[in-house]
Nanobody, 126 residues
Framework: QVQLVESGGGLVQAGSSLRLSCAAS????????MGWFRQAPGKEREFVAA????????YYADSVKGRFTISRDNAKNTVYLQMLSLKPEDTAVYYC???????????????????WGQGTQVTVSS
């Protein structure tokens, strides 16, 4: 497993941008695929984006496609989520997660993921 710590959340106005970071510990980071999920109050945790162990494969929820970009820097053991044109409906706690791609449900099922960060709050005001 890897240990994950998210940062970069905050309170912004609609139309603004934020970049979330997720720092991972452990020498096996590059062997894990990574995902971002979010959970709003009273709602289930939902898939946002995922990236394979290399940078070649990326996946997005329809609701964020074209606005969010996931990337990773294996040399820095870090995965990023660049969020543009934020909307009030993007308000949620955002979680970083790690998974081996052999797991059933990769990349969109949260149940497939093996390690989770503590989450970072993103609040978008209208």
């Amino acid at each position: 497993q890897v240990q994950l710590v998210e940062s970069g959340g905050g309170l912004v106005q609609a139309g603004s941008s934020l970049r979330l970071s997720c720092a991972a510990s452990g020498r096996t980071f590059s062997s894990f695929a990574m995902g971002w999920f979010r959970q709003a109050p009273g709602k289930e945790r939902e898939f946002v984006a995922a990236i394979g162990w290399s940078t070649a494969s990326t996946y997005y929820a329809d609701s964020v496609k074209g606005r969010f970009t996931i990337s990773r820097d294996n040399a820095k053991n870090t995965v990023y989520l660049q969020m543009l044109s934020l909307k009030p409906e993007d308000t949620a706690v955002y979680y970083c997660s790690a998974v081996r791609t052999s797991r059933v449900g990769w990349p969109r099922a949260w149940s497939a993921y093996e390690s989770w960060g503590q989450g970072t709050q993103v609040t978008v005001s209208s």
